[in-house]
């Protein structure tokens, strides 16, 4: 029973931090949604194609990150989620932060997704000239 308790005690923490990184996320202007016990999925609106257009099918799925809160040096970390070498690789992990931590989470996945020229007036000639 003992075992139980602290493995449901685990979840609904992953849980909570997973739902406070989303917020957190959200207040930056990111789309953020938890898609499993502990784990959230980012995405920047503003780095998604148009849908339907071949820069929609090119880029497919556009500007994405998942985390996934697990432990890590016996307490909770948040862990990026990154694509193996091939299709076929499992995703590989690497430790962000602490996930009590959430402002730094959501600090430097919003950096991860950032669309530096979005917002340039040069953006509709690509950023440069």
Known sequence: MGD?????????????????LVADLERRGLAAEVID??????????????VGGPRARALSPGLRQEVVCRTHRGALWWW????????RALSELE?????ANTA???????????????SSPDAASGGCE
């Not at 990026?80 to 299709?87: A, I, L, N």
């Open 37 to 50: 016990h502990g784990a959230v999925r980012a995405r920047n609106p503003v780095g998604e194609p148009d």
């Open 104 to 118: 730094f989470a959501g600090e430097r996945i919003a950096r991860v997704l950032a669309v530096p020229f979005a």
């Open 4 to 20: 139980e308790v602290r493995t449901w005690a685990a979840d609904v923490v992953r849980q909570s931090a997973a739902v406070a």
């Open 80 to 87: 990026w989620v990154w694509s193996g070498p091939d299709r």
């Open 95 to 99: 430790p962000l932060c602490p996930a």
